[in-house]
């Protein structure tokens, strides 16, 4: 049972005079990309690092967090949008803390120079990072922002869905990243268009294991990527989503929140990503109070 697309669903019932949530109860779809479904096909070899640029609305949860110091396209860390209020991401994003008061959030946007009119812009009511997030071991590397305004959902807007505890991993074939990340190891430039990347879960033990992380990596971690390197997250993605599509279905899961790596692309050292499905009780619980008063 996925409590949290439960909650969404009950909160949008009980809202009679509805004037917060018009993203229909749905989540994970992705309106844009069935337009695109008999156009040119991707043959598996697409060129995040080693990723292809994302088609407009590819994937409408993404967020960018932008920060006016930030030379360039201002991008500092990617989020998903998991309510029309609430943005999950990286508690690392906010080292230093003092950081917040500037952010702002681009919502539906693809190309960071070009958003569109589907894009939404947003600054942070709230910030929640998690309790025991400890910064020199990168645990508990979760965090929520709540939004100044709910977002108008659209074709380029949508709700994800966050995997809850009881979705079997080890079934999800077709798992991705994307970002506004660094597309070379090296480099600290963002890229202007989102960057998408089809990776692989890779068990957290031999991730975990000598010559691979060798006892860095947390039980609530996931590793995702390849054995032999060339495809990752890299610098800038962080926050960003690990995305499952469901066994069965259209719609894709969250099941992970950009963390770290050591370097970008390197062989035996896949990106770490933080378990949403370990967090769901944590992520659910925070967002909750908030949406039971919106619905009442
Ligand atoms: C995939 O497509 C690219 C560009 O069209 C082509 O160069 C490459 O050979 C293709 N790879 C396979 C395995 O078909
Ligand atoms: C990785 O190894 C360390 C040290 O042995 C251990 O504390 C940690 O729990 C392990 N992580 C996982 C995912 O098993």
């Known amino acids: 049972m996925n409590w949290l697309g439960l909650l969404v669903l009950l909160t949008l019932a009980g809202l009679a005079e509805g004037t917060w949530d018009n993203c229909g109860g749905i989540c994970g779809l992705r309106p844009m990309v069935y337009e695109y479904e008999y156009m040119d096909h991707d043959n598996g070899t697409t060129r995040v690092v080693g990723g292809a640029d994302a088609k407009l609305g590819a994937w409408p949860w993404i967020v960018s967090l932008k920060h006016?110091?930030?030379?360039?396209?201002?991008?500092?860390?990617g989020g998903s949008l998991i309510t029309?209020?609430?943005?999950?991401?990286?508690?690392?994003?906010?080292?230093?803390?003092?950081?917040?008061?500037?952010?702002?959030?681009v919502i539906g946007a693809t190309q960071l120079t070009k958003p569109g009119h589907g894009a939404q812009l947003r600054r942070i009511k709230k910030l929640v990072r998690h309790e025991h997030y400890n910064p020199s071991d990168k645990s508990n590397d979760i965090a929520l922002l709540q939004?100044?305004?709910?977002?108008?959902?659209?074709p380029y807007v949508q709700l994800a869905c966050v995997a809850d505890p009881?979705?079997?991993?080890?079934?999800?074939?077709?798992?991705?990243?994307?970002?506004?990340?660094?597309?070379?190891?090296?480099?600290?430039?963002?890229?202007?268009?989102?960057?998408?990347?089809?990776?692989q879960l890779i068990d957290v033990q031999l991730c975990n294991s000598s010559g691979w992380y060798a006892g860095v990596v947390h039980t609530h971690n996931l590793c995702a990527g390849y054995p032999?390197?060339?495809i990752d997250t890299c610098q800038g993605d962080s926050g960003g989503p690990l995305m499952c599509q469901d066994e069965n279905s259209d719609f894709f899961w969250i099941v992970g929140v950009t963390s770290w790596g050591r370097g970008c692309a390197r062989v035996k050292r896949p990106g770490i990503y933080t378990s949403t499905l370990y967090f769901y009780d944590w992520i659910l619980a925070h967002i909750s109070p908030e949406t039971i008063e919106n619905a009442y």
């Not at 079934?171 to 998408?196: F, H, K, P, Y």
Request: glycine share 6%.
């Open 166 to 199: 009881a979705l079997s991993l080890s079934e999800l074939q077709n798992c991705w990243v994307a970002g506004w990340g660094a597309t070379a190891a090296r480099s600290q430039t963002s890229s202007d268009i989102l960057q998408e990347a089809k990776v």
């Open 228 to 230: 032999q390197g060339k």
């Open 147 to 154: 939004l100044s305004k709910p977002v108008d959902c659209n």
């Open 68 to 77: 006016p110091a930030i030379p360039g396209t201002r991008h500092l860390c």
């Open 84 to 105: 029309a209020e609430w943005v999950l991401t990286a508690a690392h994003c906010f080292d230093p803390i003092r950081k917040i008061g500037m952010v702002y959030l």
